[in-house]
């Protein structure tokens, strides 16, 4: 099992529904959670952050961290064509501070 | 600085030789971190730094791979006798400390570095 998973897509949202991102991940301990977003050919930039159970809201930006499925989301209200990026899902490992990255899921927000 | 600074931007080499890359981190920030993305893949962890120290080595790809850090600052990461396989992109990023749960990464442009 991969440390950090998510799904590839590329995942299609219609401008202005909901999209929906998830990222599972393996080391139990784990309490630091983060969603990049990496436009092409560009660098990461954080969106949010997240270390408690629960929903975290942040503008359009909803994390939600499940600690006892280890699993993590975003949700993006009312999403822009603007939003069309690749979204990485990043867990730092308690054990030894490493933080790692998932693949990452290709969001397209459909004008 | 205002940012974390890499250079160069791109370095196409030929098989065989080595190539040095750069990373000049933000300023005060302590934590310095190495990734590789080959193309439309995820980020691969190399190595990070808190100060000079580099408590964990294992995830260089191979003994060509080697990373320094001085003066708590400046890091280069140097790739010896350079195959195809290493064209990527590579990342560095800073944070105030790699020991604090809640710390973020900043991202650095990257190097895109071409083996011919």
């Known amino acids: 099992q991969k440390e950090v998973e998510q799904n590839s897509g590329p995942l299609s949202v219609p401008e202005g529904a909901i999209a929906s991102l998830n990222c599972t991940y393996s080391d139990r301990v784990s309490q630091s959670f983060f969603w990049y977003r990496q436009y092409s050919g560009k660098s990461p930039e954080l969106i949010m952050s997240i270390y408690s159970n629960g929903d975290k809201e942040d503008g359009r930006f909803t994390a939600q961290l499940n600690k006892a499925s280890q699993y993590v989301s975003l949700l993006i209200r009312d999403s822009q064509p603007s939003d069309s990026a690749t979204y990485l899902c990043a867990v730092r490992r308690n054990r030894d501070d490493k933080i790692i990255f998932g693949k990452g899921t290709r969001l397209h927000i459909l004008p | 600085g205002a940012g974390v600074s890499q250079s160069p931007s791109n370095k196409v080499t030929e098989k065989g030789k080595d190539v040095e890359l750069r990373c000049d981190p933000i300023s005060g920030h302590t934590a310095l971190y190495w990734y590789r993305q080959s193309l439309g893949q995820g980020l691969e962890f190399l190595i990070y730094?808190?100060?000079?120290?580099?408590?964990?080595k294992s995830g260089l790809p191979s003994d060509r791979f080697s990373a320094e850090r001085t003066g708590g600052s400046v890091s280069t990461l140097t790739i010896q006798r350079t195959q195809q396989e290493d064209s990527a992109v590579y990342l560095c990023a800073s944070s105030l400390s790699a020991s604090s749960t809640n710390e973020k990464l900043f991202f650095g442009s990257g190097t895109q570095l071409s083996v011919l």
């Open positions: 730094f808190q100060g000079n120290s580099a408590p964990d």
